[in-house]
Nanobody, 115 residues
Framework: QVQLVESGGGLVQAGGSLRLSCAAS????????MGWYRQAPGKQRELVAA???????NYADSVKGRFTISRDNAKNTVYLQMNSLKPEDTAVYYC?????????WGRGTLVTVSS
């Protein structure tokens, strides 16, 4: 059984930083990509950043230049370094993993940015 466990969320003031981690465990074969999505109250879930097994990255325009996604393939872990946080970054952040056979989601971690 595959599990994704996120950590690193919390409360931070505007302008601050947080680092999210997502560790995948279980019977994992051939990860194609991992990424972070977020969902704010009353809004749809949206892509924040993604990274392929080859290291190619993709970011939402709203986070470019502030957030950095990285991964440790040996540990099946993906990170999201979030700098210069804004109140509009407040959301539940979800980790997503796409393998050749299935797609998996974590349960989410709450990030709250106060003004």
């Amino acid at each position: 059984q595959v599990q994704l466990v996120e950590s690193g969320g919390g409360l931070v003031q505007a302008g601050g930083s947080l680092r999210l981690s997502c560790a995948a465990s279980g019977s994992i074969f051939s990860i194609n990509a991992m990424g972070w999505y977020r969902q704010a109250p009353g809004k749809q879930r949206e892509l924040v950043a993604a990274i392929t097994s080859g290291g190619s990255t993709n970011y939402a325009d709203s986070v470019k230049g502030r957030f950095t996604i990285s991964r440790d393939n040996a540990k099946n872990t993906v990170y999201l370094q979030m700098n210069s946080l804004k109140p509009e970054d407040t959301a539940v952040y979800y980790c997503k993993m796409v393998t050749t056979s299935a797609t998996y989601w974590g349960r989410g971690t709450l990030v709250t940015v106060s003004s």
